[in-house]
Nanobody, 116 residues
Framework: QVQLVESGGGLVQTGGSLRLSCAASGFTFSSYAMRWYRQAPGKERELVATITGTSGSRNYADSVKGRFTIFRDNAKNTLYLQMNSLKPEDTAVYYC?????????WGQGTQVTVSS
């Protein structure tokens, strides 16, 4: 059974930091590219960061570049998102996604709220 379980969200003040985790099970984690998305109230879900399965190549949305870092530990089947210098506009539900060819899996999301 495929599972992606996010954790680490919460309430933080502007300028603070959080580290999100996404624990994967039920598939070969290292073979999948991984992504973080977020969705703020009343807005469409947007791609935040991506990382490939093997080379670990990363890409970021312009809005988070220089503040967020995506990384993975294939030995622990876990994806991370280190978020620094948080802003109120980072408030959203954050989701992880695994994809490989025609296969894709989503987590249930974790809420991040940044107070001003």
């Amino acid at each position: 059974q495929v599972q992606l379980v996010e954790s680490g969200g919460g309430l933080v003040q502007t300028g603070g930091s959080l580290r999100l985790s996404c624990a994967a099970s039920g598939f070969t984690f290292s073979s999948y590219a991984m992504r973080w998305y977020r969705q703020a109230p009343g807005k469409e879900r947007e791609l935040v960061a991506t990382i490939t399965g093997t080379s670990g190549s990363r890409n970021y949305a312009d809005s988070v570049k220089g503040r967020f870092t995506i990384f993975r530990d294939n030995a622990k089947n876990t994806l991370y998102l280190q978020m620094n210098s948080l802003k109120p506009e980072d408030t959203a539900v954050y989701y992880c996604k695994a994809l490989r060819q025609s296969y894709e899996y989503w987590g249930q999301g974790t809420q991040v709220t940044v107070s001003s």
